[in-house]
Every structure is written in C-alpha cells, then in structure tokens.
C-alpha cells in the first residue's frame, strides 16, 4: 500500500481485483510494467532484460517456431483424421 503510494480503498480495490481473477491481475500488472517502461511486448522486454541478448532472442525463436511446427503438424493429423472418419463412414441421409 505505501510502496506503490496508493490509498487504503484503492489497495482494497486492487486486492478483490487480485482474489476475483489472480492470472488476469498479473498478466495487466506486467502489461502495465511493459508499457511504462516503453517495451511494445514480452519479448522485448525479455530480450532487454536479458544478460545476452543475443542467445535469448534465438531460444524465443527456436521456441515459436518449434510450436508453431507442433501446431501445423496437429492440425493436419486431425484434419486428416476427420477426412479418414468421413470418407470410411459417409453420411447417408434417412429414407422418409
């Protein structure tokens, strides 16, 4: 409450914030960080922060793309799958 210069209704407001949706107060406290610091996402911020930045920015592409990959690749399968599902079981619709 002192340290971030707020009164005691406005520390209330901000705990039943926090009680009400716990991830979502933290994910808009580091927004908020980010945005007062002038970084325009988490990357940035991380690559900046970071003592070799450099090596940083390479882990977090080599993390997007291997996940981008994984997600190509699932949506594939499942869509292969359901293309295998209609063609063995084709839809015949009800003789009146």
Known sequence: MKTKGL????AE???GEFLVDPDGFALAAAEAERK????K???EQAIAKS????????RIEAFKNKN??????IMILFSA???ANSVMNPYVPPVN
């Open 7 to 10: 009164t005691r209704e406005q």
């Open 13 to 15: 407001k901000r705990y």
């Open 36 to 39: 007062e610091k002038g970084y």
């Open 41 to 43: 996402n988490w990357e």
């Open 51 to 58: 003592d070799d930045p450099e090596a940083t920015r390479a």
């Open 68 to 73: 981008r990959t994984r997600g190509i690749i």
């Open 81 to 83: 799958a359901a293309v």
